[in-house]
């Protein structure tokens, strides 16, 4: 993680943000689904020899890190949750990278919802919801796994039985 230089302490994260993928998953009877992520990347490394000798071969590249969320993202051949995609990605950057000693890996994800047409849930057919739901998975080289996931911008209102109801904002 951080690493004491010549006197300076220099926390060294290196990352991509916003990097976005949508994913659709086929049954084999038709029925499609949906999800479309915001991923952010930051990796804790050795890289000092960055700061201290022009010498980057130590960073991964912010293109690289993008290529990776798209290629993990189409190698899930079954639906997976997006804390399950985070924790994934965050596992790969830390194994396969000698150099990361963490991963931390924030997803947001828009939810699709199936339209329904005809009374039926259709096969396809999607809108997208209002809440987000998001993910922080921070993994360490040493396995240790931190997870934090729940849900922005949800709004829920309830009612109640008697004959007229009132709702003041």
């Not at 300076?8 to 038709?30: I, L, S, Y």
């Not at 997976?80 to 924030?106: D, G, M, P, W």
């Not at 934090?148 to 949800?154: M, P």
Request: proline share 1%; charged share 30%.
């Amino acid at each position: 993680m951080a690493e004491r230089v010549e006197g300076f302490n220099f926390e060294q994260r290196h990352g991509k943000q916003r990097v976005r993928v949508a994913r659709v998953w086929k049954t084999k009877e038709g029925k499609h689904y949906v999800v479309e992520w915001r991923v952010s990347i930051s990796l804790l490394s050795d890289c000092v020899n960055s700061y201290l000798r022009d010498d980057n071969s130590d960073i991964v590249a912010t293109d690289t890190m993008k290529n990776t969320v798209y290629a993990k993202a189409k190698e899930c051949s079954e639906i997976l949750s997006v804390e399950n995609f985070a924790i994934e990605l965050a596992k790969h950057f830390i194994s396969f990278y000698r150099q990361v000693t963490a991963a931390i890996v924030n997803i947001v994800e828009k939810p699709w919802e199936r339209i329904i047409m005809d009374g039926q849930p259709h096969m396809h057919g999607f809108k997208l919801g209002s809440e987000r739901h998001t993910v922080e998975a921070i993994v360490k080289k040493s396995g240790a796994l931190q997870l934090t996931s729940g849900v922005e911008g949800l709004s829920v209102l309830k009612t109640t039985k008697e004959k007229h109801d009132m709702i003041w904002f």
